[in-house]
Structure formats: C-alpha cells, structure tokens
C-alpha cells in the first residue's frame, strides 16, 4: 500500500469509516504480527495466539490515537503502541519467566518509553483543542450575539437541503472577501440585499430568507474561527 493510500485510509478510519478501518487492519496484519513476534521472540498465529489479538487491538488503538502533527510516521507509531501492549499484558500475565523485560532488547524498551511519551503528548493535545474549541465557540457566540442570532436560531434558519446551504454559504464567502460588504455587514448588522443580490447572482427573497445563517457564516469566515471553518471547507 502506498503511502498516500495509508493517509487516506487512516484519515476516514479517523472520522469513523469502519470499512477503511478494516481494511488498514487486514492490509497490516502481516506488519502486525512481525512486531508481535519481535516482542515476543516467537512465531505469532493470527486467530490462535492471545499475542495476535493483542497487537491487533493495539494497531486499532493507534489508529485513534495517531496524530500527524506529531512528526513520527504511523506505521512507527502504531509498531511502539503494539509493543507497549504486549509488554503491559507480559507483565499482567506473570509471563516474564519465558519472556524477561531486562532481556527485551534495547529498541523494545526505548519504543516503550517513545510511545508513552507520544501517547501522553497527544492525550494532552487533545485536552488542550478540546478546551480551544470551547472557548472559540463561545467568543462566536458572543459575536453572534451583536447581530441579534442566537444558535438556536441557527437551528431553525438552517437551509434544509444541501444545495441551498451551499448556495448560503458561497454568498457567506462574497461577503467575507468583499470590503465594502464586510464593512456594511459590521457597520449595520445586516446585509445589504440589492447589492448582494446583484453580485451573488441570488435572488433577494432567498437573501432575506437566509439572512442570519449567512450573516452567522460570514462571521465565521471574517473572525477566522479556525475550528469552526473545518465545517465550511468541507462544503465549500
């Protein structure tokens, strides 16, 4: 499998396709089971050695958890969380008599030691966007606020059908890259229909209707929410 192929798998298996999921799973099972059995010193049997499931369950692990900004490759960091589980359940299980931790060799306990630490590092990373997100959500709110929206409002103005919203949204667009518009829009709370009209090539009924899920697009284009955008790419 190539390495763009790799990415694109992993990223939809990251947004919750279970086909991708699985297919990275079956594609690397082979890799899985060479890094279980340079864990374990043995021959690893896909569907009969508890080691096989294990590693498995440790590359679906690393499939979550991996995170691209962290600079290492996923196939590395998916080879040191399977590791890390093996030697976690070698412990569990009391089988350091045919297996010593202190006879692992030196790649194993730095691997070990590396994917803790990434580990660790992307735990708080998440924390840390998961509070950014908040705090972004709320300062639109805020925003919104100063144009009379409130996000339940945005619940009822939203167009219903795909191309309706696309439509909202590319004349959302207009407005955040037009200064006049941009400078109506802030200066007046709200939209200057015959002008907008006229260059969105939409009718001024449909303006009207869409007012607030334009102005509140717009706001996120202008103010540069940069979460926030993630979902106006994706349809623009």
């Known amino acids: 499998m190539s390495g763009s192929d790799l990415d694109r798998l992993l990223h939809k298996a990251q947004q919750g396709d279970e086909v991708s999921r699985n297919n990275l799973i079956s594609t690397y099972q082979p890799y899985i089971l060479k890094v279980a059995a340079q864990v374990s010193g043995k021959f690893i049997r896909a569907g009969e050695d508890d080691e096989a499931s294990i590693a498995m369950m440790a590359f679906n692990e690393a499939i979550d958890n991996f995170d691209r900004d962290q600079g290492v490759s996923f196939l590395s960091f998916a080879k040191t969380v399977i590791r890390r589980r093996l030697i976690d359940y070698y412990r569990k299980e009391s089988r350091a008599a045919n ?42 709110r805020q925003s919104l606020k100063k144009f009379g929206i409130e996000f339940a409002d945005l619940v009822k103005v939203s167009p219903k059908q795909e191309t309706a919203r696309r439509r909202a949204m590319e004349v959302a667009k207009i407005i955040a890259n037009t200064p006049y518009f941009r400078n109506y829009l802030y200066q007046r709370k709200t939209l200057p229909l015959k002008e907008l009209a006229f260059q969105a090539k939409v009718s001024r009924k449909t303006l009207e209707r869409q007012r607030k899920y334009i102005i509140a697009v717009a706001v996120i284009l202008i103010e540069k929410y940069t979460y926030l955008q993630e979902y106006i790419k994706k349809v623009l």
Do not use: G
């Open 99 to 140: 297996i010593p931790l202190s006879n692992l060799d030196e790649e194993s306990r730095e691997a070990v030691s590396r994917a803790e630490v990434a580990v660790a590092q992307q735990k708080l990373a998440r924390q840390e966007e998961t509070a950014e997100r908040r705090t972004e959500i709320e300062q639109y």
